[in-house]
Every structure is written in structure tokens, then in C-alpha cells.
Nanobody
Framework: QVQLVESGGGLVQVGDSLRLSCAVSGRTLSGHAMAWFRQVPGKEREFVAAVSRTGGYTYYRDSVKGRFTFSKDNAKNTVFLQMNNLKSEDTAVYYC???????????????????WGQGTQVTVSS
């Protein structure tokens, strides 16, 4: 069983930066595709960024390209989401996800992931 614990959320202002962390336990990071999703009340959980199991592919949703960066530290079994130049529309609960057998074409699909964290709130105030 894989357990994911997110941290690093908070209240910031437009233009600020935050770095989210997701600590993985139970399995090695290298055996899973990893992703970040986000959700606001009343809306579906949406894809933010993902890295394939081998690390060969990284995808971002269009609205965060150039502002967000996904990284992995296999030695620490932790993934990160560096978020720069935050906008009010980035306000959401951010979830970390891990998938054992996620094919490249499904990296953006939340149904492809087997394990989820509890989420961390990011609020961007204008």
C-alpha cells in the first residue's frame, strides 16, 4: 500500500510562490507515475502536472506551463510542485497521486491513478 502525504499549502498573494511536497511511503517512488491534481468546491478534480514512471515524460496543464515545475527526489521518496507567479485561479485543494501502471497517454487522467493524498489547500488572494 502506498501512502501519500502532501504539505506546503497556504495563503499567499497574487504573484507569490509556493512549493508543495508529497512524501511517498510504502513503495519506492521510481515504481510509480506521479501527478498533481487540484479541485475547487463544486468542480471536478483537474489535472495539473504529471511525470511518467521512468521520468521520461512530464506534462502540465496549459494554464500552469511556465509557472509550475514538477520535480522528484527519488532518494527522499518525495515529489514537489514548485508554483511561481501564482494567480487567484490557482486557488484549490491540491492532491498528489501515484499510479502503478499509468501509460503515457493516460498521465492526465485522474482515473489512472491508484493512490491519493489527503490534499493541501492553496489560497491565492488578490
Amino acid at each position: 500500500q502506498v501512502q501519500l502525504v502532501e504539505s506546503g499549502g497556504g495563503l499567499v498573494q497574487v504573484g507569490d510562490s509556493l512549493r508543495l511536497s508529497c512524501a511517498v511511503s510504502g513503495r519506492t517512488l521510481s515504481g510509480h507515475a506521479m501527478a498533481w491534481f487540484r479541485q475547487v468546491p463544486g468542480k471536478e478534480r483537474e489535472f495539473v502536472a504529471a511525470v511518467s514512471r521512468t521520468g521520461g515524460y512530464t506534462y502540465y496543464r496549459d494554464s500552469v506551463k511556465g509557472r509550475f515545475t514538477f520535480s522528484k527526489d527519488n532518494a527522499k521518496n518525495t515529489v514537489f510542485l514548485q508554483m511561481n507567479n501564482l494567480k487567484s485561479e490557482d486557488t484549490a485543494v491540491y492532491y498528489c497521486a501515484a499510479g502503478r501502471s499509468v501509460i503515457t497517454s493516460a498521465l492526465r487522467d485522474r482515473a489512472a491513478y491508484d493512490f491519493w493524498g489527503q490534499g493541501t489547500q492553496v489560497t491565492v488572494s488578490s
